[in-house]
């Protein structure tokens, strides 16, 4: 992994690439975006070692505690989304991550359904909510991830968040591993990482739509190829921090 460059007050440092030839066609671009996930947090040691039942009580406690911060975070990096995008139709596609992450009538979110696996590992409501147990690196990289949807093009943002292309994935592991190596976790407390593998798909379709639509020279492909691994670097950057945090 390289070190991400980031201000904390605007953002990602992008250094300028300038690249005259052709234009990757749709599939080509989305198969260069899909090569990243060689970066994703999927392959951190950290994880690794949590899906294959190394981690203490302590350690996923730690984990959630501090994901948590990332959870809770989502629907101000997508109400910024909204806020920078005129175009009514995405808007009213876009809210529904809003939505799914807060909440609506009768359904309580995916905040809630984070909160639900905070009790499932043993952490308290106010442990969780108080932030106490946050890092100051995890503090950083969400901030720095929120800031960037503040500040950039909308398209840019959508872009950011095509990390969801390898998240079904990262949940299904922790489905299949979880309940045998942490058998001390409540099942219940698990229904976050199920809805997420349908929810994710969706947002994906969205996220490469605008993706594919908007970065068309190979100067501008490549610079969305550097704002997915700018998101990617922020959730790697999540689990250093967390894993220094919090040591077997």
């Not at 949807?149 to 990390?163: G, K």
Request: charged share 25%; with cysteine; aromatic share 10%.
């Amino acid at each position: 992994m390289h070190e991400p460059m980031i201000n904390p007050s605007t953002g990602p440092i992008f250094t300028a690439v300038k690249d005259d030839g052709p234009a990757w066609t749709r599939d080509e671009f989305e198969a260069q975006l899909r090569a990243k996930g060689t970066t994703y947090h999927i392959h951190h040691p950290f994880n690794v070692k949590m899906n294959s039942g190394g981690c203490s009580k302590e350690q996923i406690r730690g984990w959630v505690a501090n994901r948590f911060y990332y959870q809770i975070n989502i629907p101000l990096k997508d109400a910024a989304v909204m806020s920078n995008c005129p175009d009514r139709d995405t808007r009213r596609r876009w809210v529904l991550r809003i939505l799914d992450h807060d909440g609506y009538e009768d359904q309580p979110g995916g905040i809630e359904a984070w909160a639900r696996l905070g009790d499932a590992v043993g952490l308290s409501r106010d442990d969780l909510w108080s932030l106490k147990l946050v890092t100051p690196g995890v503090r950083f990289a969400v901030d720095a991830y929120v800031n960037f949807a503040r500040r950039a093009p909308w398209q840019e943002s959508v872009c950011s968040s095509l990390t969801e292309m390898f998240a079904p994935q990262i949940h299904k592991d922790r489905l299949a591993t979880w309940p045998e190596h942490y058998k001390w976790i409540e099942p219940e407390g698990l229904h976050y990482f199920r809805s997420r593998v349908s929810l994710a798909q969706r947002d994906v379709e969205h996220g490469l739509e605008v993706t594919l639509a908007h970065f068309k020279t190979r100067t501008e492909q490549h610079r969305a190829l550097d704002i997915l691994q700018f998101k990617l670097d922020i959730l790697w950057t999540m689990l250093d921090s967390i894993e220094k945090a919090f040591p077997s």
